[in-house]
């Protein structure tokens, strides 16, 4: 069974609006018209839709456990190895030589 699409909190409504009556079979004039605007910006929208989407696809984040202070925290993805709090520290023995 396909995965429902959930379109990104960040889309503008009118984004999603373009994108339906595209779908309903609209031509991109008569929606870019509809919406007050060319039909490069309703192309604009639908990049924007499309690439939102595939980084949403490709999300890394997960619970990791900080190499500092060992507490679960949301890391955006595998490089991201610190907790907000210890990432805003200094970087310790190493920096204090420099």
Do not use: K
């Not at 984004?15 to 991109?28: D, I, V």
């Not at 507490?71 to 030589?97: H, K, M, T, V, W």
């Amino acid at each position: 069974m396909p995965r429902r699409q959930i379109p990104p909190p960040d889309l503008h409504p009118n984004w999603l609006e373009a994108e339906a009556m595209l779908r309903q079979g609209q031509p991109m004039s008569a929606v870019a018209r509809h919406m007050g605007v060319g039909t490069a910006t309703v192309a604009g929208w639908l990049d924007n839709i499309r690439e939102a989407r595939e980084a949403q696809e490709n999300d890394h984040s997960a619970m990791r456990t900080c190499l500092w202070c060992e507490r679960s925290f949301l890391s955006s993805g595998p490089g991201n190895r610190r907790c907000p709090r210890c990432a805003g520290r200094s970087g310790g023995i190493i920096e204090q030589y420099f």
